[in-house]
C-alpha cells in the first residue's frame, strides 16, 4: 500500500465514489472512457457477498467479470443517495438501484424484500479507491425465496 502522498476532501472522496458508481451503469466504462479498475489503487480490496474478497486490480476485475458476467443493465438511483462521512479516508454511500439480472428484473422497494438496496463502504486516498465493501442481497431477480419461510409464505415458494 502506498503512502497518502494528497490530502482530500469529502467532496473529492465523493466524487470518486461517484465515478465508480456510474461507471458500474455504464458497463464499466468511466466518464472519461477508462475501465472502471483504474479507480482502484493497485492493491486494493472490494468485498461482494457470495463472492468473497478481491485482493488487487487482477482479482477485482475478475469479481467485476463474474458479477457484471449476470447483469445486463443496472442504474442507480443517484438522486437518493445517503452519504456518511468519517472526517478521514472512509466514505459511506446508502442507495437504491434498478436493472435487469440474467434471471429477471428488479427494482429497489418492488417487492419490498427484494434486492436494489445496498450500501457501499469506501476508503479513499490519493484519488484511488483502497478498499469498498459491498453490501446487498445478490439475489437480484428475488428467486432465492423456498429457504426463507417468511418469503416462502408470501411467495407461494416450496
Known sequence: MALTTQVMTDE???????????????????STGASILDLFAED???YFPKWGLANGRDQI???????????RSIRHDYATFNWVFSGGDTVVA????????????WRAGV???????????????????QRVFIYLDPDYAGKDTARYPWLARRTGAT
Open 12 to 30: 473529492q472522496r465523493k466524487s470518486v465514489a461517484l465515478e465508480y458508481l456510474k461507471a458500474f451503469d455504464n458497463g464499466g466504462t468511466t
Open 44 to 46: 486494493a480490496q472490494v
Open 61 to 71: 476485475g475478475r469479481l467485476f467479470a463474474d458479477v457484471g458476467g449476470t447483469i
Open 94 to 105: 446508502e442507495g437504491t438501484s434498478h436493472g435487469e439480472h440474467r434471471d429477471g428484473p
Open 111 to 129: 417487492p419490498d424484500w427484494g434486492a436494489g438496496r445496498w450500501c457501499d463502504v469506501f476508503e479513499i486516498r490519493d484519488w484511488l479507491i
